[in-house]
């Protein structure tokens, strides 16, 4: 059966949403004749969740979901229910409540009729305390100098995508936060914004902690390589190694000859061994070659190293 609509939604520990999740977004596809399926992955929820899940699969034969043996990740999940998703629009969204599945339709709108391959949420508004938003601002700066994509929130879990771009990209470590990104990176240029609802928490806690905000620094740098060299390490790697070499060559080289221009002229000079220049041209050398063997290293590596899904499936309804 094909859909109008996938929805993707990665939860960890929310039993006392889900229902009302689920109820909402029925109320919504049924009301703008959607057809839809809902995609659930629980990503080692230590609650109820997985219980809440199977007794509404008993009544909603569109409900798919999915259950990790421990909690991998946010990344993880969405990159398992990308794999699962068939609708010609894929929708994700936090399970938590404070995103709006009123959202849903306008998002399709915007792929379907629009153009647009992928939509992301701008939660304008925010009812998160100072110390989240603050440095969600500062990352979304960065992000936004580092990868020239105009996005105000590249981190909000409301985003819509064309089937085929989840189809195209993987989502792996921790970089959701950078899926526009990566869609940008693999040809997907038509990236567009919509300003979304955000509602506070109505259950439980938040899930993500302090270390999220180094994490996020981290990712940055590593998204940011990754687009420019992922497939190209020799480019970064080679051409610094090959810099490195050659400023250690001609430092080594000026150095000899200046001792042979002293022996040649009878000038009193150093020991070429006594003099600090000599130890630096030889360290340039050392590490421009290692450079240059690190990004042959990673050619190879790129080239060849297989795709294989990690993340230990404990059960399917």
């Given at each position: 059966m094909s859909f109008d609509l996938s929805v993707v939604i990665p939860l960890f520990n929310e039993d006392e949403s889900l229902a009302e999740l689920h109820s909402k977004l029925r109320d919504v596809t049924a009301k703008h004749g959607i057809s839809a399926e809902l995609i659930f992955v629980d990503d080692g929820s230590k609650d109820d969740s997985w219980e809440v899940l199977k007794r509404l699969k008993s009544s909603d034969a569109d409900l798919k979901a999915v259950r990790f043996m421990?909690?991998?990740?946010?990344?993880?999940?969405?990159?398992?229910?990308?794999?699962?998703a068939s609708g010609a629009?894929?929708?994700?969204?936090?399970?938590?409540?404070?995103?709006?599945?009123?959202?849903i339709p306008e998002l399709m709108k915007l792929i379907k009729e629009?153009?647009?391959?992928?939509?992301?949420?701008?939660k304008k508004k925010r009812f998160d305390p100072i110390s989240k938003t603050l440095p969600t601002k500062l990352y979304n700066w960065a992000t936004r100098?580092?990868?020239?994509?105009?996005?105000h929130d590249f981190n909000c879990g409301l985003k819509a995508y064309k089937l085929e771009v989840v189809q195209n990209i993987e989502?792996?470590?921790e970089m959701h936060r950078y899926i526009p990104v990566i869609a940008h990176r693999e040809g997907y240029t038509e990236i567009g914004e919509k300003e979304v609802a955000h509602s506070p928490r109505k259950y439980g806690v938040t899930k993500f902690g302090y270390e999220r905000f180094i994490n996020g620094f981290l990712d940055l740098l590593t998204i940011t390589f990754i687009s420019r060299f992922g497939k190209k390490p020799m480019h970064l790697f080679g051409t610094l190694g090959t810099l490195m070499f050659l400023i250690g060559f001609f430092m080594f080289a000026f150095i000899g000859g200046s001792k042979l221009y002293y022996l040649y002229a009878e000038i009193p000079a150093k020991n070429?061994?006594?003099?600090?220049?000599?130890?630096?041209?030889?360290?340039?050398?050392?590490?421009g070659t290692q450079l240059f063997l690190a990004g042959f290293l990673g050619e190879l590596i790129?080239?060849?190293?297989?795709?294989?899904n990690l993340y230990q499936v404990r059960e399917k309804i």
């Amino acid at each position: 059966m094909s859909f109008d609509l996938s929805v993707v939604i990665p939860l960890f520990n929310e039993d006392e949403s889900l229902a009302e999740l689920h109820s909402k977004l029925r109320d919504v596809t049924a009301k703008h004749g959607i057809s839809a399926e809902l995609i659930f992955v629980d990503d080692g929820s230590k609650d109820d969740s997985w219980e809440v899940l199977k007794r509404l699969k008993s009544s909603d034969a569109d409900l798919k979901a999915v259950r990790f043996m421990r909690n991998y990740g946010k990344s993880a999940a969405l990159n398992t229910g990308f794999s699962m998703a068939s609708g010609a629009v894929v929708i994700t969204m936090d399970a938590d409540l404070q995103d709006s599945p009123d959202e849903i339709p306008e998002l399709m709108k915007l792929i379907k009729e629009d153009g647009y391959d992928l939509v992301s949420g701008w939660k304008k508004k925010r009812f998160d305390p100072i110390s989240k938003t603050l440095p969600t601002k500062l990352y979304n700066w960065a992000t936004r100098k580092m990868s020239g994509i105009d996005l105000h929130d590249f981190n909000c879990g409301l985003k819509a995508y064309k089937l085929e771009v989840v189809q195209n990209i993987e989502v792996f470590g921790e970089m959701h936060r950078y899926i526009p990104v990566i869609a940008h990176r693999e040809g997907y240029t038509e990236i567009g914004e919509k300003e979304v609802a955000h509602s506070p928490r109505k259950y439980g806690v938040t899930k993500f902690g302090y270390e999220r905000f180094i994490n996020g620094f981290l990712d940055l740098l590593t998204i940011t390589f990754i687009s420019r060299f992922g497939k190209k390490p020799m480019h970064l790697f080679g051409t610094l190694g090959t810099l490195m070499f050659l400023i250690g060559f001609f430092m080594f080289a000026f150095i000899g000859g200046s001792k042979l221009y002293y022996l040649y002229a009878e000038i009193p000079a150093k020991n070429i061994a006594e003099q600090s220049s000599f130890f630096i041209a030889l360290t340039a050398m050392v590490v421009g070659t290692q450079l240059f063997l690190a990004g042959f290293l990673g050619e190879l590596i790129s080239r060849n190293a297989p795709h294989r899904n990690l993340y230990q499936v404990r059960e399917k309804i």
